[in-house]
């Protein structure tokens, strides 16, 4: 392989969300995980043996504290610490959310020690040469907000453009890039359709009226941080899956290619009028449809996810039609072990750069994550081990994992260098 530039300027770092990090949360996913830790662990043995890491995992994942995320990672206490890390490995920029039940715990009541708080996260991140991206939703919300239940009432997407107003007056001055949501595809099918989060629900149409009510607040997002600040960029992060049909019967064909219709665009189609920058969020390849598997798949992460970094590529290129910039928002791997994470972030890489070379405007990759930190997708609590920095959330100690260095070796140089000098 040899030496591939990425474009001047081009951003790195690693993104985190306030839930899964920062510990010492109230809002509708702690009161929810409270209720429901006892059943998951239950639940674990079914979900979780086929994994090849069970062993390694089972007593903590049959252990309701594992569902409980509690202090997290302490992050609140510890920005400084962990972005002293980030800056040491060579990023130059940082994703992380800004929680809403923290800002506004009450109704209308907006706690300015706590926007005092992330103003100092904000000037941490810029002394230490990092640009701040700023997600105003992962999808956690007050419990107030909640009882008057949650994104399928509209006062809801009324009471979040007032809080995202606030947040633009605050930030105006400091923060340029806004992420307004995180994966809302993600949010409904599991909080809505499947029933694996909060508020736990199962009905279609209430899936509906929650996914376009969030579009809605995406849209009008966008006009009130810009009415507020011209200067910002801002932009949403979705979940981009590629999916491949599971064999070539041509009735497959169809339903990949609405599936893939339905995830990954119908939402930014709706929004992309209303949008500065797209974040792409990808993770793996899905195989859909009826029948036999034909498709020879790859290796899998610790949770079973199969690894392939060709999809980013294919996500990019597809992406491109909308003629808007880019950035990798999202993209990493559950490895406690830290074997498969070194090659996995080089191939992502490698096809992220393909895809530059031929035309695709991405000006910064994200790496999922900073920190191992507590994963709330589909509720599966500490065991999967995404850092770049491991945590040991006994000591709360933070040890630098061996691929993060080869990703600093990147972010550094703004190249893949070839394979010899990893
Ligand atoms: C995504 C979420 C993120 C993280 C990764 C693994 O769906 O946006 O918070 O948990 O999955």
């Not at 979900?47 to 994942?61: D, G, R, T, V, Y």
């Not at 999202?330 to 996995?344: H, L, P, V």
């Not at 994992?401 to 010899?420: E, G």
Request: charged fraction near 25%.
């Amino acid at each position: 392989m040899e030496n591939k530039q990425f474009p001047q300027r081009f951003l790195w770092g690693s993104a985190t969300s306030a839930h899964q990090v920062e510990g010492g949360l109230h809002n509708d996913w702690t009161e929810w995980e409270e209720k429901n830790a006892e059943r998951l662990a239950g639940e674990a043995e079914k979900k979780f043996s086929h994994l090849a890491i069970w062993p390694n995992i089972k007593a903590q994942a049959q252990d309701p504290q594992n569902y409980i995320s509690g202090r997290a990672c302490d992050h609140y206490n510890r920005y400084e610490e962990d972005f002293d890390i980030a800056q040491s490995l060579g990023h130059t920029a940082h994703r992380f959310s800004i929680e809403w039940s923290r800002i506004e715990p009450r109704e209308g009541e907006f706690d300015e020690k706590e926007i005092e708080h992330y103003r100092n996260v904000v000037r941490a991140l810029r002394a230490r040469g990092m640009e701040p991206f700023v997600t105003l939703w992962h999808w956690t919300q007050p419990t107030w907000i909640a009882d008057i239940g949650g994104w399928e009432n509209k006062r809801t997407v009324e009471y979040f453009l007032r809080f995202i107003k606030k947040i633009a007056h605050e930030f105006k001055n400091e923060v340029t890039f806004f992420i307004v949501l995180n994966e809302p595809n993600i949010y409904t099918a599991f909080g809505f359709i499947k029933g694996s989060h909060p508020p736990g629900i199962k009905n279609i149409l209430k899936a509906k009226k929650v996914y376009l009510n969030l579009c809605d607040a995406q849209k009008r997002a966008y006009k009130i941080i810009h009415s507020v600040h011209p200067r910002a960029q801002v932009g949403i992060a979705n979940s981009f899956m590629h999916f491949e049909e599971k064999n070539r019967l041509f009735f497959n064909v169809f339903i990949k290619d609405t599936v893939e219709y339905f995830w990954n665009f119908w939402f930014l189609n709706k929004i992309k009028n209303d949008l500065d920058f797209i974040g792409c969020n990808y993770y793996s390849r899905y195989l859909v449809g009826f029948g036999n598997e034909t498709v020879k798949t790859g290796d899998m992460s610790d949770l079973g996810w199969e690894i392939f970094p060709k999809g980013i590529y294919f996500i990019l290129k597809r992406l491109k039609k909308y003629k808007k910039p880019m950035y990798v928002t999202e993209n990493g791997i559950a490895d406690a072990q830290d074997k498969q994470r070194k090659n996995f972030i080089i191939d992502h890489l490698m096809w992220m750069h393909e895809a530059i070379e031929e035309g695709v405007d991405v000006r910064g990759y994200f790496h999922w994550s900073l920190l191992d930190n507590f994963e709330f997708p589909e509720v599966r609590g500490f065991w999967p081990r995404f850092g770049l920095v491991e945590v040991d959330y006994e000591t709360m100690e933070r040890k630098i994992r061996p691929s993060a260095q080869v990703y600093a070796k990147i972010c550094k140089t703004n190249s893949l260098l070839p394979d010899s000098n990893f």
